[in-house]
């Protein structure tokens, strides 16, 4: 074998394990979990949702509590036409009242239990949000990955590229080749060369997008990361459904919607049965000139009730009506949903599943067949036996094989970082049914 067809097919070599798991990269490439922790740590609106379930916990104490009491200070009975005196007249006072609205203590109860259900649906989207940010960051990361890899192989066409094209003008030069030949390979070179200009730009698209989900500087640079790996999980949709009911934080949410519906329409029903008053005053009474009528202060108590009754089909019975529309309309939310979910992770298990396909074809059939082609090729066209267009052909198909591997690669990865937001866990240490991490 000739050096140069040697260097050709140890360039062919390179590349298509450069497609399937590259090695070498740079030690300092950060990791995908620290990319994680640092999201999760940095992100404002997880913070945000924290907060928010700080005061919804503050206020459940609040909403089950007795109203604050009312205390009164007034003049009572005083002549208007003498001075406003209050030793003219034994009716005369100052009157310090007390008063207390006692709601039924069931009322009571079911609005703590109206706000705690408020509680559990905020940690379930603060549960959801995180979940969503794990995925985004893992698609986004992966995105990057891939395309690290492809510019690599990019670049390593475009050097194979680089020497047809000093083949084809060594065979023009001798009179082996036409000059087609050496613009076909000129062609081919320009393409390679746009190609890696195209990926650097979706790479630093990609980039600016993690930087965001990690509240970074938009243009702050990222080193060249691992390349993607595939990652051997079962993965079944009558498996994954079941988990996803168990451990969703989206199912989750709603189903505390729907019990806060519940107790709000229990509440709203409540309203038909009184609430109490209880009044407590105290009068004091300056004794009286010339009379021996009044200076003997004086207390009173009362209780009282409301009357719902009188206004009931004006503001009970629709109050109940429509928190019971409510609390239907909440339950056919989290059917939809569970019905959505369901058939997200079957289509995600199918495409998973077609991926392996193509991944198991590509790398026992496909690509040793291209890689073979290729080498065949060039060792023709450097004895002045082949054609150029058979070479840049064989060079394409192969270009466009370890591409559409490292794609394919990425892209079944991603699925699975959308199937653990979907169950609500990590898809690893599966077998056996065990729960979401």
């Known amino acids: 074998m000739s050096?140069?067809?040697?260097?050709?097919l140890w360039l062919v070599l390179l590349a298509a394990l450069l497609s399937a798991?590259?090695?070498?990269?740079?030690?300092?490439?950060?990791?995908?979990?620290?990319?994680?922790v640092e999201a999760l740590d940095r992100s404002a609106e997880l913070y945000s949702l924290r907060a928010q379930i700080e005061a919804a916990e503050a206020m459940?104490?609040?909403a089950g509590a007795l109203p604050d009491p009312m205390l009164s200070v007034g003049l009572k009975n005083l002549p208007v036409d003498d001075g406003l005196r209050l030793d003219r007249d034994p009716m005369s006072a100052v009157e310090i009242m007390a008063s207390q609205e006692v709601p039924r203590p069931s009322k009571r109860r079911l609005r703590a239990e109206v706000q705690a259900r408020e509680v559990t649906m905020l940690q379930a989207r603060y549960q959801d949000k995180r979940l969503d940010t794990i995925k985004r960051v893992k698609q986004v990361y992966l995105d990057l990955q891939s395309l690290d890899v492809q510019i690599a192989i990019a670049e390593q066409n475009r050097d194979l590229a680089q020497d047809m094209l000093a083949a084809a003008e060594a065979a023009y030069g001798t009179?082996?080749?036409m000059q087609q030949d050496v613009f076909q390979a000129q062609v081919r070179l320009s393409q390679m060369v746009d190609?890696?200009?195209?990926?650097?730009?979706k790479r630093a698209a990609a980039q600016a997008r993690l930087n965001r989900l990690l509240y970074r500087p938009a243009g702050q640079a990222f080193p060249a990361l691992p390349p993607p790996t595939l990652t051997s999980v079962p993965i079944q949709a009558d498996v994954l459904a079941p988990l996803a009911e168990q451990n969703s934080p989206r199912l989750a949410e709603m189903r505390a919607r729907v019990g806060q519906a519940e107790q709000s329409e229990r509440l709203a029903a409540e309203g038909i049965k009184p609430d109490y008053r209880f009044d407590l005053s105290y009068m004091i009474r300056q004794p009286i000139e010339m009379s021996s009528m009044g200076g003997t202060d004086m207390w009173s108590a009362s209780v009282g009730i409301n009357l719902p009754s009188v206004y009931r089909r004006h503001t009970v019975d629709q109050e109940v009506k429509a928190t019971h529309a409510g609390r239907v309309s909440a339950e056919q939310e989290v059917e939809a949903m569970r019905n959505?979910?369901?058939?997200?992770?079957?289509?995600?298990?199918?495409?998973?599943?077609?991926?392996?396909?193509?991944?198991?074809?590509l790398d026992t059939?496909?690509?040793p067949q291209a890689e073979g082609a290729l080498a065949a090729s060039r060792a023709s066209y450097g004895t002045g036996r082949g054609e150029i267009l058979d070479l840049l052909d064989n060079q394409v198909n192969l270009f466009n094989l370890q591409m559409r591997r490292v794609m394919l690669l990425a892209e079944r990865e991603q699925n699975l970082a959308e199937l653990e937001y979907l169950i609500g866990g990590s898809?690893?240490?599966?077998?056996?049914?065990?729960?979401?991490?």
Do not use: F, K, N
């Open 195 to 201: 190609m890696i200009i195209s990926l650097q730009g």
């Open 365 to 367: 059939g496909l690509l």
């Open 21 to 36: 798991a590259p090695a070498g990269w740079p030690q300092e490439s950060p990791t995908l979990d620290s990319v994680l």
């Open 175 to 177: 009179g082996r080749a």
């Open 340 to 361: 959505e979910i369901a058939a997200m992770i079957a289509e995600m298990v199918s495409e998973v599943i077609t991926a392996d396909q193509q991944l198991s074809l």
């Open 427 to 437: 898809l690893i240490h599966r077998e056996g049914g065990s729960d979401a991490q």
């Open 60 to 62: 459940i104490a609040p």
């Open 3 to 8: 050096r140069g067809a040697a260097r050709w």
